[in-house]
């Protein structure tokens, strides 16, 4: 299944800013850009493909639904908005759900549930319903804690007292572990021991051979101790 791509229409940074992270956690969607009005969010539209709008109602210059008004092929639009007044209006305009601000990520993901993806050229189907219980864990890096949802993990490097976790979406996250020890932590979920230096997520590999594994878009190496059971986890997965 294809992603979706998304555009944000929002004016107030921090609040786009959570869009952003929202998007990045979600694997049904993708983040195509991040617009601060409606005329810059329009020349956008007229050269990149969009899937769907996350719509602020107060915007500077044009107002949402007014802008949304002047769209002859919309994209399918959640709105945002901490206004309820114009809940009416917008699903007049046939728009997929309205987020009333604040609101947390269960709530987003209940609008994306309604979503719908392409399955073919011509046809439609509801998109997978996503769950807002997925496991994660908050990892130290660099004084802060960092949200990491073990489902998006692609593997995991040993850099000595540290390790660098590579995650879907490009994004990494190096936090103080020594890989048995993330390996032990992790040791009833999908990761595999492949090397010395490295884990990685079985459902994420692309190919493997004897002596490396694709993933990520990357090549690792499997190391000679660790080659028969690497063999035979993968055999039986």
Request: glycine share 6%; aromatic share 10%.
């Amino acid at each position: 299944m294809s992603l979706l791509r998304c555009l944000i229409v929002e004016d107030e940074p921090l609040a786009a800013e959570g869009l952003e992270e929202y998007i990045r956690q979600t694997p049904l969607l993708e983040l195509a850009g991040t617009c601060p009005d409606a005329l810059a969010a329009l020349d956008f539209l007229k050269k990149h493909p969009v899937d769907v709008l996350f719509l602020d109602i107060h915007l500077p210059k044009l107002k949402g639904l007014d802008f949304l008004k002047t769209l002859q092929h919309r994209p399918q639009v959640i709105l945002t908005t901490a206004y309820h007044q114009y809940a009416l209006e917008g699903y007049e305009l046939d728009v997929v759900d309205y987020l009333l601000k604040p609101f947390g990520f269960p709530r987003f993901l209940a609008a994306v549930n309604k979503l719908k993806t392409t399955a073919q050229p011509g046809s439609l189907q509801s998109a997978a319903p996503i769950s807002p219980n997925r496991p994660f864990r908050f990892f130290n890096e660099n004084k802060r804690q960092v949200k990491v949802y073990y489902d998006e993990i692609l593997y995991v490097e040993s850099l000595k007292e540290y390790v660098k976790i590579y995650l879907a979406g490009g994004k990494k996250v190096v936090t103080k572990f020594q890989i048995g020890e993330f390996e032990d932590l992790l040791k009833a979920g999908n990761l595999l021991r492949i090397h010395r230096s490295f884990l990685v997520a079985k459902d994420k590999i692309e190919a493997f051979s004897a002596h490396e594994i694709e993933v990520g878009g990357e090549k690792l190496p499997v190391g000679r101790s660790y080659k028969m059971q690497v063999e035979e986890e993968l055999k039986n997965f």
